[in-house]
């Protein structure tokens, strides 16, 4: 028996997006928020979702979090990680994505650990493995 | 021979303002605050008082309809649901909306 696993989510959409904005947002993409940092930068995370056919079609609540010096640089890293985002539909070494949703986006709020101005969005995205055999 | 259905817009949206939409919205955005209290994280030992308990219910009209709305008058929620550069999102209410059948507005 062979099992079929999801493809990681978070990995696939890091790295595409990371491939997507390189030259636009110097401070990356990452899974948490880095220890040593440059601005502007985004961080992605899972924050839940469904299989919508399981073990096949994944539908994820992505949140990204854009981070920047000042409000308008916030703003424009999450408007960038939107535009990347809608732009991601497509095949990956890690998975298909087929579609991007807006659920919740632009949402001012202030980070008070670090004080930095920072913008939520979360989205809907559906992933499935690359192939059948994967 | 066709028929051709018309419906009566004015009559939808005086139902989608009716008492018995309101209470019925009120209904399901109990279920939702029932579930964020029972999933919601506790510490006992919070001097600032305790986002569990801090979830309340309202019925409003919104683009002519009654709709319910579950918010949290913790003034740490927001922190909470959608985490810091130091804490991770707890997504609380969010996830006490998808447990309920519903999703929040895009």
Do not use: C, K
């Not at chain 1, 990452?30 to 220890?35: G, Q, S, T, V």
């Not at chain 1, 640089?73 to 998975?95: F, I, K, S, W």
């Not at chain 2, 949206?13 to 018995?20: I, K, M």
């Not at chain 2, 009654?66 to 996830?95: C, Q, W």
Request: net charge negative; proline share 8%; hydrophobic share 45%.
């Amino acid at each position: 028996m062979s099992l079929r696993l999801l493809p990681d989510l978070e990995q696939l959409l890091i790295g595409a997006l990371n491939s997507e904005v390189a030259a636009m947002l110097p401070g990356e993409v990452h899974n948490e928020f880095p220890r040593n940092y440059v601005l502007p930068l985004a961080v992605l995370t899972r924050a839940g979702g469904e299989g919508m056919v399981p073990p096949w079609l994944d539908r994820a609540r992505v949140q990204v979090d854009a981070y920047g010096t000042t409000w308008e640089q916030a703003r424009d890293a999450a408007a960038l990680m939107l535009a990347a985002l809608h732009d991601l539909p497509g095949t990956y070494e890690l998975g298909i994505v087929t579609a991007v949703r807006d659920e919740n986006v632009m949402q001012h709020s202030p980070d008070p650990p670090t004080g930095l101005p920072r913008y939520v969005s979360i989205v809907s995205v559906w992933v499935h493995p690359a192939s059948a055999g994967s | 021979m066709a028929s051709r259905f018309r419906p009566n817009t004015a009559g939808i949206l005086a139902f989608g303002r009716s008492e018995q939409m309101a209470t019925a919205m009120r209904r399901r955005a109990e279920v939702v605050r029932a579930v964020a209290e029972s999933s919601a994280p506790f510490d006992p030992e919070d001097p600032d008082g305790h986002f569990r308990d801090s979830f309340e219910v309202a019925v409003a009209e919104d683009r002519g309809v009654a709709v319910g709305i579950v918010y949290t008058t913790d003034p740490a929620g927001a922190y909470i649901e959608l985490g810091t550069s130091d804490t991770p999102a707890h997504h609380t209410l969010h996830n006490a909306l998808a447990a309920a059948g519903l999703r929040t507005r895009g």
